[in-house]
């Protein structure tokens, strides 16, 4: 699997948008981009995937750039619960093996 | 839905001793997966399930460590004899399509 490259903290106000970069240069064509979440004490919580195209649901948006070497996960207007470890995955289409690195601490300050 | 559930949540006990977590995943989905967390090492897939079928254990640490899944509804992870040096969170996932849904975890003290 294709490793990833997360910035190890970062900060945001809240009601700002949250901006979570991640780098995956050797991404292979077949490797779909997924985020994860870990709030403090909790289990980590899916959040989003994508493979090439951007994708937007209820709780954030994913943009992946054209030659896919790179992502970022958008909160539109990120809230004090969404201070958390968020963890950028990519993974083989079908294949299960989840290696987590060790992700961006977010802060979201009132 | 009641989402992953995993007992008991806290977990203290002596070296030597042994420990068994649970699990029980959401109702349907077919792979089950047992994941091991530390400040050190992060988090770690010890072993995965699919439809009540051991695939992969290649992360269980060593012979002290094994897991079992009987039915789609239940899993056990079980260290006997416990050390320290296992004290950890143990958190449980099922999944029936690509993402994991995990449990909020057993933390698990060994003294």
Same mark, same amino acid.
């Given at each position: 699997?294709?490793?990833?490259?997360?910035?190890?903290? +970062?900060? $945001?106000?809240?009601?700002?948008?949250?901006?979570?970069? $991640?780098?995956?240069?050797?991404?292979?064509?077949? *490797?779909? &981009?997924?985020?994860?979440?870990? /709030?403090?004490?909790?289990?980590?919580?899916? /959040? =989003?995937?994508?493979?090439?195209?951007? *994708?937007?649901?209820? +709780?954030?948006?994913? =943009?992946?750039? *054209?030659?896919?070497?790179?992502?970022?996960? /958008?909160?539109?207007?990120?809230?004090?619960?969404?201070?958390? &470890?968020?963890? $950028?995955? &990519?993974?083989?289409?079908?294949?299960?093996?989840? =290696?987590?690195?060790?992700?961006?601490?977010?802060? &979201?300050?009132? | 839905?009641?989402?992953?559930?995993?007992?008991?949540?806290?977990?203290?006990?002596?070296?030597?001793?042994?420990?068994?977590?649970? %699990?029980?995943?959401?109702?349907?989905?077919?792979?089950?997966?047992? #994941?091991?967390?530390?400040?050190?090492?992060?988090?770690?897939?010890?072993? #995965?399930?699919?439809?009540?079928?051991?695939?992969?254990?290649?992360?269980?640490?060593?012979?002290?460590?094994?897991?079992?899944?009987?039915?789609?509804?239940?899993?056990?992870?079980?260290?006997?004899?416990?050390?320290?040096?296992?004290?950890?969170?143990?958190? %449980?996932?099922?999944?029936?399509?690509?993402?994991? #849904?995990?449990?909020?975890?057993?933390?698990?003290?060994?003294?």
């Amino acid at each position: 699997d294709a490793k990833t490259t997360q910035p190890p903290s +970062m900060d $945001c106000a809240e009601g700002r948008a949250a901006n979570l970069p $991640c780098n995956h240069s050797t991404i292979s064509g077949n *490797e779909y &981009v997924y985020w994860y979440r870990q /709030i403090h004490s909790q289990g980590p919580q899916y /959040i =989003i995937h994508g493979l090439k195209n951007n *994708e937007t649901n209820e +709780m954030a948006s994913l =943009i992946i750039t *054209e030659d896919r070497k790179s992502s970022t996960l /958008i909160l539109p207007h990120a809230t004090l619960r969404d201070t958390a &470890v968020y963890y $950028c995955i &990519v993974i083989a289409s079908g294949t299960y093996k989840y =290696i987590f690195g060790t992700g961006t601490r977010l802060k &979201v300050l009132a | 839905d009641a989402g992953v559930i995993q007992s008991p949540r806290h977990e203290v006990t002596e070296m030597g001793q042994e420990v068994t977590l649970r %699990c029980k995943p959401i109702s349907g989905h077919n792979s089950l997966f047992w #994941y091991r967390q530390t400040m050190m090492r992060g988090l770690e897939l010890l072993i #995965y399930f699919n439809n009540n079928v051991p695939i992969d254990d290649s992360g269980m640490p060593e012979d002290r460590f094994s897991a079992k899944m009987p039915n789609a509804s239940f899993s056990t992870l079980k260290i006997q004899p416990s050390e320290p040096r296992d004290s950890a969170v143990y958190f %449980c996932a099922s999944s029936n399509r690509y993402e994991q #849904y995990f449990g909020p975890g057993t933390r698990l003290t060994v003294t």
